[in-house]
Nanobody, 122 residues
Framework: QVQLVESGGGLVQAGGSLRLSCAAS????????IGWFRQAPGKEREGVSC????????YYADSVKGRFTISRDNAKNSVYLKMNSLKPEDTAVYYC???????????????WGQGTQVTVSS
């Protein structure tokens, strides 16, 4: 079983950048597809991006395409989400999750981290 810990969240002004990290332990991360999700207050958890374990392909939600970049470093057992041109509507708790296939659907994932808060001020 893999354990996931997110870090890198914080408070940033609109237009700024953050890089989130998802560190794994207990199992090699390269066995898993990793997805990033976010949940704003009063809203459903939504998929942001994912990176496939099988071929390294990536996928992004339309709302973040061109602004966010997902990457993985298997040597460090970590996955990253670089977020540029942040907007107030990006404010949410961000979660990483591990599963068998690249999808933005939360029920496709088996393991979840505890989340890291991202707040974008206007």
């Amino acid at each position: 079983q893999v354990q996931l810990v997110e870090s890198g969240g914080g408070l940033v002004q609109a237009g700024g950048s953050l890089r989130l990290s998802c560190a794994a332990s207990g199992y090699p991360l390269d066995y898993y597809t990793i997805g990033w999700f976010r949940q704003a207050p009063g809203k459903e958890r939504e998929g942001v991006s994912c990176t496939s374990a099988s071929d390294g392909s990536t996928y992004y939600a339309d709302s973040v395409k061109g602004r966010f970049t997902i990457s993985r470093d298997n040597a460090k057992n970590s996955v990253y989400l670089k977020m540029n041109s942040l907007k107030p509507e990006d404010t949410a708790v961000y979660y990483c999750a591990a599963g068998p296939s690249c999808s933005l659907l939360k029920y496709e994932y088996d393991y979840w981290g505890q989340g890291t808060q991202v707040t974008v001020s206007s």
